[in-house]
């Protein structure tokens, strides 16, 4: 290439020089600026085709970060209020939910998306109020609340360990792009308990997050009849489903949005077993952390908006 002596040479030379020169240095300006504007436009691309080898190098690794994210966030210090919408065989229920320091509170508002009649609404007052006078049995619900997180933080945590997990690729999520990760039973996995037997019969998709190693969505089938044992003996037979999804409903706190579970089996080996249930949850706001249960009885009785909200939602 030539110096700045040089190009000042060129100018003393007169026009033509300049001419001659421009005929020179254009084609190589032109291919710098499409050399540099290439690299631009390609480092978000290679620096994600980097993150995505990294991933399918060791998709472990990152199920492992997401489960003990998972874990570590709780809900303990940010409780919300929002709508709960189940579809339980033939009966559809919306229920308003508030959770508390205390454990959650729920008002059942509509049934088969239709505000509750006269009778049904003054049965649900009688039923809040008479919670909030007696707080034992709201200690014992929340004391079978903690045991089922409990379990559900133990399922969660073999996650990593129950299958073997292959990347492929991403995908577009509630909060943003996702890894997309297919999984199916790890041999050499020993379940602790009769509850974790069922991982052995499982295949399907975990999606993850990209900006927060959140799990996103778990959508598990089963391959296999699996013994079970979450609080009853049975199994459960081939051919059921699971669907979990979550997202961030603000601030970065993550709650489950959907869920829809098809399973069919049989409890104590006598006893069949349908479990077809579709829940999703919206309507997601904040309340604050040191409300008891009583403040939440409190809210939800004072809220004459929420079968209105629940109506037209579906």
Same mark, same amino acid.
């Given at each position: ?13 007169? /026009? ?221 037979? /081939? ?20 869920? /829809? ?54």
């Amino acid at each position: 290439m030539r110096s700045n002596a040089d190009a000042i040479k060129i100018v003393m030379n007169g /026009k033509q020089a300049m001419r001659d020169e421009s005929r020179i240095l254009l084609p190589c300006r032109l291919a710098a600026l499409a050399a540099l504007t290439t690299l631009i436009l390609l480092f978000p691309l290679h620096a994600a085709f980097a993150q995505g080898d990294d991933v399918a190098r060791d998709p472990d690794a990152l199920v492992r970060r997401a489960s003990q994210n998972e874990l570590q966030a709780g809900n303990g210090n940010h409780p919300y209020r929002y709508l709960l919408h189940k579809i339980d065989d033939s009966r559809i229920t919306t229920k308003e939910i508030v959770e508390t320091k205390d454990g959650d509170v729920a008002r059942l508002i509509a049934v088969n998306d239709k505000p509750l009649d006269a009778e049904a609404q003054q049965a649900e007052i009688d039923r809040l109020n008479n919670l909030a006078a007696h707080p034992e049995l709201q200690e014992h619900r929340r004391k079978k609340e903690q045991a089922d997180d409990d379990r559900a933080n133990e399922m969660l945590r073999l996650l990593p360990d129950a299958f073997i997990y292959h990347y492929e690729g991403m995908v577009d999520g509630p909060n943003g792009p996702c890894y997309r990760l297919s999984f199916k039973p790890n041999p050499n996995f020993d379940p602790p308990d009769r509850e974790a037997q069922v991982y052995a019969g499982m295949a399907g998709e975990l999606w993850i997050d990209k900006g927060q190693e959140r799990m996103v969505r778990l959508d598990a089938h089963l391959i296999a009849d699996v013994e079970f044992g979450w609080g009853i003996l049975g199994r459960l037979y /081939k051919g059921g489903s699971i669907m979990v999804e979550q997202a961030d409903v603000g601030d970065h706190h993550w709650e489950t949005t959907h869920m /829809k579970l098809s399973l069919t089996g049989r409890a104590l080996l006598i006893k069949p077993l349908s479990f077809q249930t579709t829940e999703d949850a919206s309507h997601f706001e904040p309340v604050p952390p040191e409300m008891s249960y009583q403040g939440a009885i409190k809210m939800l009785l004072n809220n004459n908006d929420s079968a209105q909200v629940a109506e037209g939602t579906h």
